[in-house]
């Protein structure tokens, strides 16, 4: 058994949208992964901060704008990042987001029932990104969730709806195994990563594998197995190739680049 703590992150900046226009885009991405696996066809949860902003999504996807518009924000956020908040705290049709919008997905009932997908659509967050999607993995009875013909799958599916700069598969405590010798928290190496532009091709380490992937981008993988922790060989194929494309470049969002660019690495 694989460890639970497996996730895709993707991300991108500079797309501010509107509540209809976010969920019009959430609503094609949804549509889209139920064509993938049947967990994306069960009942998903729209969760919140807290109880009260929890229900079913549903199944026609009609009740996602009306959650969008009351909790699909991050109130928490400087009141000069959004606009088009109301008096009663919900979010009008035209209202923006300086920090965009955010899809969250995780599995829940492991332990008891069969996986369910929770989804989590917020207004804002940290880092100042103006969207980003995580979804966790299943941690038990979907092994194609470790499958990278599938999960690639799922990847272009992600980069083809969302049109992110970087998608990112990981392990969390492989995460962990590589930040100890890396110390850097932000400049996140995968087990599969994506990039939307092929430049950096030329920065990887010659034994990382490689391939075109969408219209512009590349696609990396460490390794045909997933790594944990324990892959001694895994980690130091990722701490090389965080080191190739440091300082700052192509693992981090271009507007915080460095104006030095990555180095060539064997």
């Given at each position: 058994m694989r460890s639970k703590d497996v996730y895709m992150a993707a991300g991108w900046v500079d797309r501010q949208m509107t509540p209809p226009e976010?969920?019009?885009?959430?609503?094609?991405?949804?549509?889209?992964?139920?064509?993938?696996?049947p967990l994306f066809r069960a009942t998903m949860y729209l969760i919140g901060s807290s109880r009260k902003q929890s229900e079913p999504l549903a199944q026609d996807l009609s009740n996602l704008l009306s959650y969008v518009q009351r909790f699909g924000w991050d109130d928490k956020a400087p009141k000069?990042?959004?606009?088009?908040?109301?008096?009663?705290?919900?979010?009008?049709?035209?209202?923006?987001?300086?920090?965009?919008?955010?899809?969250?997905?995780?599995?829940t009932g492991a332990k008891a029932v069969a996986e369910t997908m929770r989804l989590r659509v917020s207004c804002g967050g940290s880092g100042g990104l103006l969207g980003t999607l995580t979804m966790e993995?299943?941690?038990?009875?979907?092994?194609?969730?470790?499958?990278?013909a599938f999960v690639k799958r799922l990847v272009q599916v992600t980069v083809d709806c969302w049109q992110p700069e970087s998608v990112k598969v990981v392990d969390a405590?492989?995460?962990?195994?590589?930040?100890?010798?890396?110390?850097?928290?932000?400049?996140?190496?995968?087990?599969?990563n994506y990039f939307d532009r092929r430049d950096v091709d030329s920065a990887?380490?010659?034994d990382v594998q490689r391939e075109a992937?969408?219209?512009?981008?590349?696609?990396?993988?460490?390794?045909?197995?997933?790594p944990d922790k324990n892959d001694v060989a895994a980690i130091?194929?990722?701490?090389?190739?965080?080191?190739?494309?440091s300082p700052g470049q192509h693992l981090v969002y271009r507007k915080d680049r460095k104006k030095a660019g990555a180095t060539s690495a064997g």
């Amino acid at each position: 058994m694989r460890s639970k703590d497996v996730y895709m992150a993707a991300g991108w900046v500079d797309r501010q949208m509107t509540p209809p226009e976010f969920v019009d885009e959430a609503n094609k991405y949804l549509l889209a992964l139920r064509q993938l696996h049947p967990l994306f066809r069960a009942t998903m949860y729209l969760i919140g901060s807290s109880r009260k902003q929890s229900e079913p999504l549903a199944q026609d996807l009609s009740n996602l704008l009306s959650y969008v518009q009351r909790f699909g924000w991050d109130d928490k956020a400087p009141k000069n990042w959004s606009t088009g908040v109301l008096a009663d705290g919900t979010m009008s049709l035209t209202g923006t987001a300086q920090t965009g919008f955010m899809v969250s997905m995780n599995t829940t009932g492991a332990k008891a029932v069969a996986e369910t997908m929770r989804l989590r659509v917020s207004c804002g967050g940290s880092g100042g990104l103006l969207g980003t999607l995580t979804m966790e993995f299943p941690s038990v009875g979907a092994p194609e969730f470790t499958d990278p013909a599938f999960v690639k799958r799922l990847v272009q599916v992600t980069v083809d709806c969302w049109q992110p700069e970087s998608v990112k598969v990981v392990d969390a405590g492989f995460r962990q195994a590589v930040i100890a010798q890396t110390e850097s928290r932000t400049e996140v190496v995968g087990w599969m990563n994506y990039f939307d532009r092929r430049d950096v091709d030329s920065a990887l380490p010659a034994d990382v594998q490689r391939e075109a992937f969408g219209t512009q981008g590349l696609l990396t993988l460490l390794q045909a197995e997933l790594p944990d922790k324990n892959d001694v060989a895994a980690i130091e194929r990722a701490v090389r190739m965080y080191r190739a494309l440091s300082p700052g470049q192509h693992l981090v969002y271009r507007k915080d680049r460095k104006k030095a660019g990555a180095t060539s690495a064997g």
